[in-house]
């Protein structure tokens, strides 16, 4: 099979171009993408495409890069293939984001050809990675300690729109010669007697990829002279897998996931029964939905969040990258910058008098207590079942009117209902009903000038509980947005 026909193949196989595309190809006038425009040229008419060429000068070779530009723009116009070509200082945006020099000509490359697809109204844009660029991206993300998704390799077909840096519309990203090797690419630029222009810095040994392409590879081809074909084979196996254990992981994440505007919670005991692969791959999406802008999740960050889940206690925090941290509760965990406040009342300051009858409004909040007298014989029914956590009949013979809101302090000791002749450390409590580490100084509780009479969503003092000898009754309950 030539080479045409195994691009067109590979065109065909994974759908890349539907009739009436306009396509954007990127020429940097290397010989993968001038063999890329000559065969897309070739095949243009059959596909039913148009072709835009696209090429951008990085700013990082100066005069070299420049005679590039002139090389790629004089070749298109002879070609009779309209191109846009444009100078950006990859170098510069580089220091400003703080990224090696690789990754902001990859960003830098990528928004240039997006931007003018957008300008045309291209649905595709065309590059010209072939196999042995595929060989090279699995090995750095094997060393990188990457996943399954890393270890596909580069995909033959994706969309820009997944990449956080990019703003633009939604547009196809194919690699037509991703089935090539270089060898052919070369062989093809020399019998149609194309001349590429020659990139010096494809031997600077600085960058990782061209260290492992010139030492890396023919090391370990002394070990299996078909090592490239056995990796890329490897990738397509690891693809088929990947999506299959995607599928499932979306299928968990549907029933255990709760998205937040900046935090993702699960369940705890049910995200324990699932395999450690599903719970990978929900710590995995978890970082990546909250972090579109990290490209690489590293395995080690995941695998420190499984074992902290599985193995620390409840209250830990746990550090993940990009300012994100795990927060591990009783019942369930978190995912996010910070420990997110549950919807209920909390107490943000110092204690302040309950007005009784009346309202009393927690500062710096939505809620507020309303606070009411009846006698006994009004109270319903039901009162005393305890349905709503957030409100309490109480004895208002045996707790006074002169309450107050406040939070715990140390040494709070109160006895919880149930619990006759016997008080319990306010700590201890806590604890055992699972409140969670970051609010009990936020708990509000209901105090008397000697004791607490309830705190409140969870438990009323034994000591102020109705009896058959009260007369009058206490009705406390939080309100919200009132």
């Not at 067109?8 to 595309?21: L, Q, V, Y």
């Not at 697809?117 to 990188?144: F, K, P, S, Y």
């Not at 990019?166 to 630029?189: D, K, N, T, Y």
């Not at 999506?243 to 995200?271: C, I, K, M």
Request: glycine fraction near 8%.
């Amino acid at each position: 099979m030539g080479l045409v026909d195994v691009v067109r193949a590979t065109i065909r196989k994974h759908r890349m171009f539907e009739e009436g595309d306009t396509v954007v190809v990127g020429v940097s006038g290397g010989p993968d993408s001038l063999c890329l425009l000559h065969i897309l040229r070739q095949l243009q008419n059959e596909l039913g495409i148009a072709l835009h060429a696209g090429h951008l000068d990085h700013g990082i070779r100066g005069e070299e890069s420049q005679a590039d530009a002139a090389f790629v723009e004089k070749l298109a116009r002879s070609w009779e293939t309209p191109i846009s070509v444009e100078y950006a200082d990859v170098p510069g945006y580089a220091d400003r984001h703080k990224l090696a020099i690789e990754e902001a000509a990859r960003r830098v490359r990528y928004s240039f050809l997006g931007h003018v697809a957008q300008e045309l109204g291209a649905q595709c844009i065309a590059v010209g990675h072939n196999a042995d660029d595929q060989v090279e991206t699995i090995l750095m993300h094997w060393m990188r300690g990457s996943g399954l998704g890393g270890l596909r390799g580069m995909l033959p077909v994706q969309v820009l729109g997944a990449e956080a840096w990019w703003s633009g519309p939604s547009i196809r990203l194919v690699r037509p010669l991703l089935e090539v090797p270089r060898s052919e690419i070369e062989a093809h630029c020399q019998e149609h007697d194309l001349e590429p222009r020659f990139d010096r810095s494809n031997l600077d040994l600085t960058y990782h990829r061209n260290r492992i392409r010139h030492e890396l590879l023919p090391h370990l081809e002394s070990f299996n002279p078909r090592i490239r074909e056995v990796l890329r084979r490897s990738a397509r196996v690891i693809s088929d897998d990947f999506d299959y254990l995607r599928l499932r992981g979306l299928q968990a994440w549907e029933s255990l996931a709760r998205e937040g505007e900046d935090t993702v919670t699960f369940p705890l005991q049910p995200w324990l029964q699932l395999h450690p692969s599903l719970q990978r791959q929900l710590l995995r999406e978890a970082i990546h939905r909250l972090r579109k802008s990290l490209r690489n999740i590293d395995w080690i960050h995941v695998e420190q969040a499984r074992l902290a889940v599985l193995e620390k206690s409840a209250g830990s925090r746990t550090t993940l990258p990009k300012g994100l941290f795990l927060f591990k509760g009783y019942d369930e965990f978190v995912i996010g910058e910070e420990v997110p406040w549950p919807p209920f009342p909390l107490l943000m300051g110092p204690e302040f008098p309950v007005a009784i009858p009346g309202l009393t409004p927690l500062p710096a909040s939505e809620w507020q207590v309303e606070a009411s007298i009846m006698h006994r014989e009004d109270v319903p029914d039901d009162a005393l079942a305890g349905r709503n956590p957030w409100q309490a009949y109480l004895d208002l013979e045996r707790t006074g009117k002169r309450l107050t809101l406040r939070g715990r302090r140390t040494g709070d000791r109160f006895q919880p209902l149930g619990m006759a002749g016997k008080q319990k450390a306010l700590t201890d409590f806590m604890i055992d009903a699972k409140i969670p580490q970051h609010i009990r100084d936020r708990v509000p509780l209901v105090t008397a000038p000697h004791h607490i009479v309830w705190v409140a969503g969870w438990r009323v003092d034994e000591r102020v509980k109705i009896t058959e000898e009260t007369v009058e009754v206490l009705r406390l309950k939080f309100l919200k947005g009132q």
